[in-house]
Nanobody, 124 residues
Framework: QVQLVESGGGLVQAGGSLRLSCAASGRGFSYITVAWFRQAPGMEREFVAAINWSGASRYYADSAKGRFTISRDNAKNAGYLRMNSLKPEDTAVYYC?????????????????WGQGTQVSVSS
């Protein structure tokens, strides 16, 4: 069982940066894939990025490539999403997700563990 708590969201101007954190508790974090999804009002939850258990494989949505960086620190039981060059269309609630049986899946249904989300708002 893994519990996830996101932090680091906030209000930022277009072009700015934020770093989201995902703190995990429970057993087995070092062996599971961690992903970030986001959901804007009235929209479906969409994949942003994922990283496998070792950090050797990273996957990004086209909208995140070149601007966002996913990382993890297994010693701290934590995952991160660094977001640069933020745009108003990045405004959404960002969720951390994890699962032991997926590797880079972009399908939210494949992830068993979810955090409560953190709001990111980008003003123009």
């Amino acid at each position: 069982q893994v519990q996830l708590v996101e932090s680091g969201g906030g209000l930022v101007q277009a072009g700015g940066s934020l770093r989201l954190s995902c703190a995990a508790s429970g057993r087995g974090f070092s062996y599971i894939t961690v992903a970030w999804f986001r959901q804007a009002p009235g929209m479906e939850r969409e994949f942003v990025a994922a990283i496998n258990w070792s950090g050797a494989s990273r996957y990004y949505a086209d909208s995140a490539k070149g601007r966002f960086t996913i990382s993890r620190d297994n010693a701290k039981n934590a995952g991160y999403l660094r977001m640069n060059s933020l745009k108003p269309e990045d405004t959404a609630v960002y969720y951390c997700a994890a699962d032991s049986s997926v590797s880079g899946s972009q399908n939210a249904a494949d992830y068993h563990y979810w955090g409560q989300g953190t709001q990111v708002s980008v003003s123009s």
